[in-house]
């Protein structure tokens, strides 16, 4: 079984920074992506970004050119970097990893507040 734990979270002004981490223990098989997916209060939770097995990244639309997915296989976590942060990005932020035929897992999430 597979526990991933985020980190990094909290509170910024616009225009601030913050790097999100997601380290994952227990049993460790190869996956095929990890990302980072948010939900908003009353929204329903969406992809943020996303990296494959090969290194290939997707973002979404509202977050491209701000925000860069990246991972660390050794420490087996991933990290998003979210820039020029705005008071739309504010959100609960969930790491997520896919292994496959091994199945899915979900982190708790951690908290984004971007005052204005």
């Known amino acids: 079984q597979v526990q991933l734990v985020e980190s990094g979270g909290g509170l910024v002004q616009a225009g601030g920074s913050l790097r999100l981490s997601c380290a994952a223990s227990?049993?460790?098989?190869?996956?095929?992506?990890l990302g980072w997916f948010r939900q908003a209060p009353g929204k329903q939770r969406d992809l943020t970004a996303l990296?494959?097995?090969?290194?290939?990244?997707n973002y979404a639309d509202s977050v491209k050119g701000r925000f860069t997915i990246s991972r660390d296989n050794a420490k087996n976590t991933v990290y998003l970097q979210m820039n020029n942060l705005q008071p739309e990005d504010t959100a609960d932020y969930y790491c997520?990893?896919?292994?496959?035929?091994?199945?899915?897992?979900w982190g708790r999430g951690t908290q984004v507040t971007v005052s204005s």
């Open positions: 997520y990893a896919d292994f496959g035929s091994r199945g899915t897992h």
């Open positions: 227990g049993t460790i098989f190869s996956f095929n992506a």
């Open positions: 990296i494959t097995r090969g290194g290939t990244t």
